[in-house]
């Protein structure tokens, strides 16, 4: 295997080379209790008015709202989910609850707490005007209109919303499978102690946790040793079975780095390093159409890649069209040493302060330190050709959670 230098490009070319090569996954038909957080690949249209009948929206009596006499009598109770085959004439009232059908004659409901009821006689304490306390056929959805766009990412409401139409199997991206696999003959499993030498594979577990986090599915290839042979079986284990791949380790310029060299071999290698920090020797190629990324081994590398590229790429997969974390102008706490080569990514803790964003470092920020990742909730994107920032300087923040309210 020869090492290679492959050339450096920047971030948006970076994206803009992904984004070509990937798009929506083919849609599936999915039922009611797997929907959320899928993206509608198909516009749901109402089929029937909601409410179909006119319907009491207050327990009480239907009555004729014209009706002038003092006393009425009461010819039927009317509950929700029975249907009495009786009609209001003058002169009288069905006692109506929440939800039940009104009675055919009937053109308006009075609350119970405007009545007082004795010997099957009713008798009332205020008028109404016809129509209210009714809910009339279509008022909550009327039939044929959209209630549901395409591309319209599936929550809770969403969700209710078809139940009630009974919509109850809908065409929905799927969401990505994405076999994760570490390189490195240094990893142990979590569960083991490391001898001298090894140490545990964390990196696999960010990856699987940040795919789920991005509404992926992750698959655990787990650990893969540094032969060239083991990494090419276990690469095409990975595209057989997954939507993307993410291959951790084995990126960068040491003479047991196969990856890149055997992306080259099984299918076309996009790029090779990217002019990000950290992240740098980022891999992005296909094969067999299949994207599959090679990421850096240092597990605060990965996480900046994964939430640049990774995390938006699975989205378009998953057929969203809102790919990218909100971001903040954050004004700095405290100096940031900068390298003007290439776009940084710091990790901070972001609060809003009196309507501004203030941002503080989580410290030492060497990307073997997974505890400059712990708490953070957000990204500074500290761009390339920018040199040292002072104090008080403003800078854009990927936010990758709710900054506090202080
Ligand atoms: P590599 O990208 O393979 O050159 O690895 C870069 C650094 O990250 C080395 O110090 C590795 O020991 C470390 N590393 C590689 N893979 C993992 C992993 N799965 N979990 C934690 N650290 C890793
Ligand atoms: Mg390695």
């Known amino acids: 295997m020869n090492r290679i230098?492959?050339?450096?490009?920047?971030?948006?070319?970076?994206w803009r080379c992904i984004s070509t090569l990937i798009s929506p996954l083919p849609p599936i038909l999915q039922p009611l209790t797997d929907l959320l957080g899928h993206v509608l690949a198909e516009e749901v249209i109402a089929p029937e008015d909601i409410p179909s009948y006119p319907t009491a929206a207050m327990d009480g009596y239907a009555i004729i709202a014209a009706d002038s006499a003092p006393y009425r009598h009461i010819i039927a109770e009317q509950t929700a989910g029975r249907s009495q085959p009786v009609r209001v004439e003058i002169g009288t009232a069905v006692r109506i609850m929440t939800g039940a059908p009104l009675p055919l004659g009937a053109d308006a409901v009075i609350r119970v707490e405007e009545s007082e009821e004795k010997d099957s006689m009713v008798r009332f304490f205020s008028a109404v005007s016809a129509g209210e306390n009714i809910r009339p056929v279509g008022q909550d959805l009327a039939a044929g209109v959209v209630v549901l766009p395409l591309g319209e990412v599936l929550g809770p409401a969403e969700i209710g919303l078809l139940?009630?139409?009974?919509?109850?199997?809908?065409?929905?991206?799927?969401?990505?499978?994405v076999a994760v696999m570490a390189t490195g003959s240094e990893l142990v499993p979590p569960e083991e102690i490391p001898i001298h030498g090894k140490i545990r594979d964390s990196n696999s577990y960010i990856l699987l946790a940040a795919v789920a986090a991005a509404g992926?599915?992750?698959i655990h290839?787990?650990?893969?040793?540094?032969?060239?042979?083991?990494?090419?079986?276990?690469?095409?284990?990975?595209?057989?079975?997954a939507d993307m791949v993410l291959v951790s380790g084995?990126?960068?310029?040491?003479?047991?780095?196969?990856?890149?060299?055997?992306?080259?071999?099984l299918g076309d290698l996009h790029f090779g390093?990217?002019?990000?920090?950290?992240?740098?020797?980022?891999?992005?190629?296909?094969?067999?159409?299949v994207p599959v990324f090679g990421l850096p081994g240092f597990p605060v590398s990965s996480f900046?890649?994964?939430?640049?590229?990774?995390?938006?790429?699975?989205?378009?997969?998953?057929?969203?069209?809102?790919?990218?974390?909100?971001?903040?102008?954050?004004?700095?706490?405290?100096?940031?040493?900068?390298?003007?080569?290439?776009?940084?990514f710091q990790r901070a803790v972001v609060i809003e302060q009196d309507h501004i964003y203030w941002a503080e470092t989580t410290g030492i920020q060497?990307?073997?330190?997974?505890?400059?990742?712990?708490?953070?909730?957000?990204?500074?994107r500290i761009p390339a050709g920018v040199a040292d920032l002072s104090a008080g300087a403003e800078v854009t923040a990927l936010l990758i959670d709710q900054p506090e309210v202080i």
């Open 216 to 218: 992926g599915r992750p």
């Open 366 to 380: 060497v990307s073997s330190r997974l505890q400059s990742l712990v708490g953070a909730n957000a990204l500074l």
């Open 273 to 289: 390093q990217v002019a990000i920090k950290p992240g740098k020797p980022f891999t992005f190629a296909t094969v067999n159409n």
């Open 250 to 265: 084995g990126v960068s310029m040491g003479t047991h780095d196969f990856v890149k060299p055997l992306l080259n071999e």
């Open 304 to 344: 900046v890649v994964v939430e640049n590229f990774i995390r938006p790429a699975l989205r378009v997969m998953a057929g969203h069209r809102r790919l990218w974390r909100p971001t903040c102008t954050a004004r700095l706490r405290h100096t940031i040493q900068h390298a003007p080569d290439r776009t940084e």
């Open 221 to 241: 290839l787990g650990i893969i040793p540094d032969s060239i042979s083991a990494q090419r079986a276990a690469i095409l284990d990975g595209i057989s079975c």
């Open 5 to 14: 230098n492959y050339p450096l490009i920047d971030f948006d070319e970076a």
């Open 163 to 177: 139940a009630s139409i009974g919509c109850t199997n809908v065409r929905v991206y799927p969401r990505p499978r």
